[in-house]
């Protein structure tokens, strides 16, 4: 089993639809939780952190629980420039703050 | 402030041929990292550093070898290439830290090995 899963997809929304993607991690030692977006052939960058209570930057929400580690990202109201792979990120703890990515979601946002 | 800078960005090699991508960083991160990057795969983790002089094992190790001389600079090396580490290959680095885990990424370096 890979230590984060996430939705293969892909994604294919009309502009302004809302949007959800899933992840889930199995080392319950994790520590860190992120998106990360990634554009066709360049590094991926930052989305944003997600923390237990819930963090929201401007149209996009990302929710963490812990009991059942699960991770969510919300895009509301997805603009044409959302197009790209969305990679759900755990840090743990120990080993040198192992960093694994899942696989990634891809989602094409079409006027 | 360059950030992290990768070289080669990109190189064919023959099977059986070695090399080494460099992986430079200016920002005095404590932390680096080498994954690979496949379709449908995701990033994997290599190996990576935490301190000038260390290197660990990551999620896919053979065939890689790595040194970190120099706290600025993390080396991967292909002793023997073959074709299934035909890849793109990404650096990343990370000050030390719990409150600092977010990566900074090079920008990849596509690597075909024939």
């Known amino acids: 089993r890979k230590e984060v899963e996430q939705d293969p997809g892909p994604f294919n929304v009309p502009e302004g639809a809302t949007v959800a993607f899933n992840c889930t991690y199995s080392?319950?030692?994790?520590?860190?939780f992120f998106w990360y977006r990634q554009d066709c052939r360049k590094e991926p960058k930052l989305l944003m952190s997600?923390?237990?209570s819930g963090n929201e930057d401007g149209r996009f929400t990302a929710q963490l629980n812990r009991a059942s580690q699960y991770i969510s990202l919300l895009i509301r109201d997805s603009k044409l420039s959302d197009s790209a792979t969305y990679l759900c990120?755990?840090?743990?703890?120990?080993?040198?703050?192992?960093?694994?990515f899942g696989a990634g979601t891809r989602l094409f946002v079409k006027a | 402030n360059a950030g992290v800078t990768q070289t080669p960005k990109f190189r064919v090699l023959k099977t059986g041929q070695s090399m080494t991508l460099l992986c430079a960083q200016d920002?005095?991160?404590?932390?680096m990292y080498w994954y690979r990057q496949d379709p449908g795969m995701g990033l994997r983790l290599i190996h990576y550093s935490v301190g000038e002089g260390t290197t660990a094992k990551g999620e896919v190790p053979d065939g890689y070898n790595v040194s970190r001389l120099k706290k600025q600079n993390f080396l991967l090396g292909l002793e023997s290439a073959a074709p299934s580490q035909t890849s793109v290959y990404f650096c990343?680095?990370?000050?030390?830290?719990?409150?600092?885990?977010?990566?900074?990424f090079g920008a990849g370096s596509r690597l075909t090995v024939l």
């Open positions: 920002m005095n991160h404590e932390y």
């Open positions: 990343a680095s990370r000050r030390q830290g719990t409150g600092a885990n977010v990566l900074t």
């Open positions: 990120v755990v840090t743990a703890a120990t080993g040198g703050f192992k960093t694994i």
């Open positions: 997600v923390y237990s």
């Open positions: 080392n319950s030692a994790s520590q860190s």
